[in-house]
């Protein structure tokens, strides 16, 4: 059974993702965490619709920017890694990934991504993915 819930890391793809900040230095983590909100945010840019796992990473990078900015997040064993290695790193707070992370967040959430759809009540009385 995989892990499926509310919080940003509180599923497979966001709980994997963390795995990748065990052994992360300040740029690969930044890397790491850029990357999943780009993707996210330039989607936009296509006419395609922004895949969940895509949406999951992208979701669970926006809360480590807030983390970087200082803002409280849900502690949890999925995103211990991740909280570990800022409390490693102590990257410092970017403008630019702030608004990166507003941009893929707004992305995540509209009409052409696939995780709102994952999470509505009717999608799941027709025998959708929860």
Same mark, same amino acid.
């Given at each position: 059974m995989g892990?499926?819930?509310?919080?940003?890391? &509180?599923?497979?793809t966001a709980a994997d993702w963390d795995l990748e900040f065990e052994t992360a230095d300040m740029a690969a983590g930044l890397r790491l965490i850029t990357d999943a909100l780009a993707l996210a945010a330039q989607a936009d840019d296509s006419s395609a619709c922004l895949d969940g796992d895509d949406?999951?990473?992208?979701?669970?990078?926006? &809360?480590?920017v807030a983390l970087i900015k200082g803002q409280p997040i849900d502690e949890s064993p999925f995103n211990e890694r991740a909280r570990r290695w800022i409390a490693r790193v102590h990257p410092?707070?970017?403008?630019?990934?702030?608004?990166?992370?507003?941009?893929?967040v707004s992305r995540v959430i509209g @009409?052409?991504? &696939?995780? @709102?759809?994952?999470?509505?009540p009717e999608a799941c009385r027709r025998g959708a993915r929860p």
């Open positions: 892990a499926w819930g509310v919080g940003a890391f &509180e599923n497979d949406g999951v990473r992208a979701v669970a990078a926006a &809360e480590l410092s707070s970017d403008p630019s990934l702030t608004s990166l992370a507003h941009q893929a @009409p052409d991504s &696939e995780l @709102p759809k994952l999470w509505r």
